[in-house]
């Protein structure tokens, strides 16, 4: 496996690609506020004709995670595209077009924050507050930056007890928020599955979100194509189980893993390790999304 080229910025790489598919916290945003360099950069992509889609594991709808990139000071008017894993995930709630969730019921247990309410709207469903009560469970994380897997743990149990499926809509385990890292849906939906819960899973990694990226970018030629993120589990596994190449962004979840801050680059051996232990290698690395 060759190793990835450390490259100062996205400049370095932008002549090879038409298309970019970019995370959007860890490597657009911290959850406050824009990366320095990352708008700038985002407008020398757009100067150059780049087709840019934001795809992120957030669980909510794309037009919220839109008006909060407003918010935060990132122009969604850079954008051709945007999809989020709970877009994703609301979309097949309501069309029920496929077989697992035809079968589902209509009582929802909802984990997750009243942030995330926007997922229950639009629904022909009936959300009930006790797990007892429910058919199905739809997790969008902790109710706290602070909770733990362990403060789910019980309610998790009865919810496997009862044989209720799972809807996650947000595989990544954990999210660097103001410096700290928070666990997401995904570290839930896993200790659900290994207690034998069943989980269905939206987002990244998985292949069918990025089809609909690749629709938003229409560019035929999947080898000019970059997908920008800062986690191995989905931002860069994605990128390789879709067939483009992935821009590791260093100093995001794996930051303190690997030794770097943001904006600076990892200890290449902790990286080796991390390349080696996942099997994933991404075309390139860099400290942070600059140009």
């Known amino acids: 496996m060759r190793p990835p080229a450390f490259v100062p910025g996205v400049g370095a790489l932008a002549g090879r690609y038409d298309g970019f598919i970019l995370d959007m916290w860890g490597v657009l945003h911290d959850g406050q506020h824009p990366y320095p360099g990352a708008v700038d950069c985002l407008e020398r992509l757009k100067r150059l004709g780049k087709r840019l889609v934001v795809l992120s594991n957030a669980p909510r709808r794309v037009e919220v995670a839109l008006h909060r990139m407003a918010e935060i000071g990132l122009p969604p008017a850079l954008l051709d595209g945007a999809m989020t894993s709970g877009e994703d995930a609301w979309r097949h709630l309501k069309a029920r077009d496929d077989p697992w969730y035809a079968r589902l019921g209509r009582a929802c247990f909802h984990l ?24 199905f469970v739809l997790c969008t994380g902790a109710d706290r930056d602070d909770d733990k897997v362990e403060t789910y743990a019980a309610l998790l149990g009865r919810a496997r007890e009862r044989g209720l499926p799972m809807i996650c809509a947000n ?89 770097a801050a943001p904006g600076e680059h990892p200890d290449l051996d902790r990286l080796t390790r991390l390349i080696v232990d996942s099997g994933i290698c991404p075309a390139a690395v860099v400290p942070s999304f600059l140009w």
Do not use: N
Not at 129 to 134: F, Q
Not at 187 to 213: F, M, N
């Open 112 to 135: 997750g924050p009243l942030r995330d309410k926007g997922m229950l709207e639009g629904q022909d469903i009936e959300v009930v507050p006790d797990i007892a009560a429910a058919e």
């Open 171 to 259: 595989p990544d385990l954990v999210v660097v928020h103001r410096g700290r890292l928070a666990i997401c849906a995904g570290s839930l939906a896993q200790h659900y599955e290994t207690i034998g819960g069943e989980v269905r899973w939206h987002g990244k990694p998985h292949r069918p979100i990025y089809d609909t990226c690749f629709d938003m970018l229409g560019i035929a030629d999947r080898r000019r194509i970059l997908a920008v993120g800062d986690s191995f589990r989905t931002d860069l596994a994605g990128a390789q189980g879709a067939g483009i190449d992935g821009l590791f962004v260093a100093g995001g979840i794996h930051g303190e893993e690997l030794g």
